[in-house]
């Protein structure tokens, strides 16, 4: 199963008893107020998933088995698709049919194992890493922009959409009015990345409406702009950036630095705490110093 955009076309499945329940499942999304990236990504998935199932004779909802579900993992992983990607079908097709159960599409629910998710360790830059790349930074457009990004926590399309009417550069204090799944929370900034915005400000046209980051007059940046933004400032400090990496690095330094994870949690905007969890890893320096602190053999004997 190939790869491809949400935007792509809407395919136009052989079977009506699909289209039904599948329209009516984007309905229930849309009621639900999801974003309609999140409306169209269910609904390119969905259709690909139920193609498929055409395609091996499943011609209803009815004749979905948990057989056909494994058998369609089960080519994802032999074509050497991430373990996310296929935990990601795995978790559409999950939510499909808990829905046409409720909805008495399907007399019985349909069970699967969901499959296992590999525990990466995820990236993040050291101090010594922030350092180098603030040093690298060209102008106060980079300078503001990186300052922000590791002292908040916000997430790419957060800071994308933030207007100067969003932030309070006297205090720090930042609303994000359109958070993952429409929720809106405060985070904060520190004196230096308050400082660096402040300068920032005598290059760009200013105004409540205003985005705070322009990659042009009074142009707001798009995704890809913005992602190869990034890469160049990376590639000038000699380091792999991304966006989300910056996030992670946030989450990560606040940790360490004495912040607990239910204050980090409300800052990151996370649902849930496990989530806050998986987020930030260990460092491998982190656990070596633990042990010669608390190691109990040394301890014990000195």
């Not at 107020?33 to 004779?57: D, S």
């Not at 922000?148 to 009015?177: F, H």
Request: with cysteine.
């Amino acid at each position: 199963m190939e790869n491809q955009n949400p935007k792509t076309k809407k395919r136009t499945l052989a079977s009506k008893k699909f289209e039904i329940p599948l329209d009516d499942f984007i309905l229930s999304r849309q009621a639900m107020m999801c974003t309609p990236r999140t409306v169209a990504w269910y609904e390119f998935n969905l259709n690909k998933i139920l193609t498929w199932f055409e395609g091996q004779g499943v011609d209803s909802p009815q004749a979905i088995t948990s057989r056909h579900v494994r058998m369609l993992l089960g080519e994802m992983i032999s074509k050497g698709y991430s373990d996310g990607y296929v935990h990601a079908y795995a978790r559409v097709m999950r939510t499909f049919i808990r829905f046409m159960h409720k909805e008495k599409y399907i007399d019985e629910l349909v069970t699967f194992d969901m499959p296992k998710l590999a525990q990466k360790q995820l990236r993040f830059y050291t101090k010594q890493e922030v350092g180098q790349i603030i040093q690298t930074c060209k102008d106060k457009r980079d300078r503001a922009f990186i300052l922000l990004m590791i002292d908040s926590g916000l997430r790419l399309s957060e800071v994308i959409a933030l207007n100067w009417g969003d932030v309070d550069v006297s205090s720090g204090i930042i609303k994000v009015v359109s958070g993952k799944g429409r929720k809106a929370r405060i985070v904060l900034i520190g004196f230096n990345a308050r400082r660096a915005l402040l300068r920032y400000q005598g290059e760009v046209v200013l105004g409540d409406e205003q985005p705070v980051f322009q990659s042009g007059p009074v142009k707001r940046f798009t995704i890809s702009g913005m992602r190869s933004w990034v890469l160049r400032i990376g590639k000038r400090a000699g380091i792999k950036l991304s966006p989300h990496a910056l996030r992670r690095t946030f989450a990560t330094l606040a940790l360490k630095a004495g912040m607990n994870v239910f204050q980090l949690q409300g800052l990151l905007g996370h649902s849930s705490l496990e989530m806050t969890r998986r987020y930030v890893a260990m460092l491998d320096e982190d656990l070596v110093d633990a042990h010669k602190k608390h190691g109990p053999i040394d301890n014990l004997l000195g």
